[in-house]
């Protein structure tokens, strides 16, 4: 079993565009699953917001949302003048690590918290936390490959590679797959990139796995990679960074990196290739259910997604929450709070089509702005 390790700076070629989005600007801004279609109404509220309260607010975590976070801000400073958010796109591990210590207002997961991670966050806030869905959008397997531009896979296919069961590009199981027969696939080296901190995508990515194809992915789920196999690369631009750098490259990545010099493979889960659109992922969130049907916190059930065979829906996405305190000790935290996620829910949707995100349905939004009205 290869042992993972960091890729080092001689091995990444640095991208303008992926260094820029580090820094807050858009790398999906030409990215084709920013198609505005969808297969659920969007939500289409306007925010009621009650300005006021702590500025800036102070918040961490998934860097999968980053570019969704500044919108929201831009809109919450637009609704609320004078009022600011400072994100920290440091990676889901780290915004929970942080929300539990106390040290910032809300975090940003890739997935909700749970188990040992939601009793700290209770005792944080003395009182329940929640997860509050804002952000929805694909996780592309990203490749670059001289010469294959439509390429198609199946989970057990995806499982294989990620686990090092597959290791050349010309294996017959990926020929084999419908779509790809006509390819040239090469006699070259599979090189997978991972994520080297922990990820909420890393999370979402092997529980799709697990969930899609059972039989080939033994190795569970969590925010560190259990693959076993590859290089590790920091964060969303890493990974992207990396796999345009090296040709025979491949990656699970948000869907707005998938640009540039890299390509999202087709998905099968049984019906044929499905692209990765923002058309293609809203129809799957149709069958989005609540871990806690009832509750205030809105954890998602994705699994049943992962492992659907819907015609024309592509299954793997991901789903970021904003954690936060359900009762904060500090009244002017709670009501910035309130504002803040108001206009996230609702002003703040509709710019997300162009970034490569999703904007959450009618019936979703509703339920989050109960939540947020909720807080205290």
Do not use: H
Not at 255 to 269: H, R, W
Not at 326 to 346: E, G, Q, R
Request: aromatic share 6%; hydrophobic share 40%; proline share 4%.
């Amino acid at each position: 079993m290869k042992i993972m390790r960091p890729l080092s700076a001689v091995g990444i070629v640095a991208s303008a565009a992926l260094v820029l989005a580090a820094c807050g600007t858009d790398p999906a801004a030409s990215n084709s699953s920013g198609s505005s279609s969808a297969a659920a109404p969007a939500a289409t509220e306007t925010a009621d917001v009650q300005c006021g309260g702590k500025s800036p607010l102070s918040a961490e975590g998934s860097s999968a949302q980053k570019n969704a976070i500044d919108i929201f801000t831009q809109q919450y400073s637009k609704k609320c003048s004078g009022q600011q958010v400072n994100y920290n796109p440091s990676g889901s591990g780290a915004g929970v690590k942080q929300f539990n210590a106390n040290q910032i207002d809300f975090g940003g997961s890739d997935s909700p918290i749970k188990d040992a991670d939601a009793e700290a966050a209770k005792a944080r806030c003395a009182s329940d936390a929640w997860n509050i869905p804002l952000v929805v959008g694909p996780i592309a397997v990203a490749y670059k490959l001289s010469g294959v531009e439509k390429l198609t896979l199946t989970p057990s296919v995806t499982a294989k590679i990620f686990s090092g069961g597959i290791t050349k590009w010309n294996d017959p199981a990926i020929k084999a797959v419908k779509g790809n027969e006509s390819l040239n696939l090469p006699d070259k080296a599979i090189q997978v990139v991972s994520r080297a901190d922990e990820s909420g995508t890393t999370d979402n990515f092997q529980k799709y796995l697990g969930a899609a194809a059972k039989a080939d992915w033994t190795k569970g789920a969590g925010k560190k990679f259990n693959g076993g196999v590859g290089n590790g690369a920091q964060g969303s631009n890493g990974v992207a960074t990396a796999v345009k750098a090296s040709d025979g490259g491949i990656t699970y990545v948000e869907g707005a990196f998938a640009k540039d010099g890299l390509t999202a493979a087709l998905i099968d889960s049984g019906s044929g290739g499905v692209e990765l659109t923002s058309a293609n992922v809203a129809k799957s969130l149709d069958a989005a259910k609540f871990l806690k049907e009832g509750s205030n916190d809105l954890a998602l059930d994705l699994n049943g997604i992962y492992a659907s065979n819907t015609a024309g829906a592509y299954p793997l996405l991901l789903t970021t929450y904003e954690i936060v305190c359900s009762k904060y000790a500090n009244p002017d935290v709670a009501k910035a709070v309130k504002a803040f996620l108001t206009v996230a829910a609702t002003d703040g949707q509709q710019p997300l089509s162009a970034k490569g995100y999703v904007p959450i349905p009618q019936s979703l939004q509703s339920k989050v702005l109960t939540a947020v009205k909720a807080i205290s």
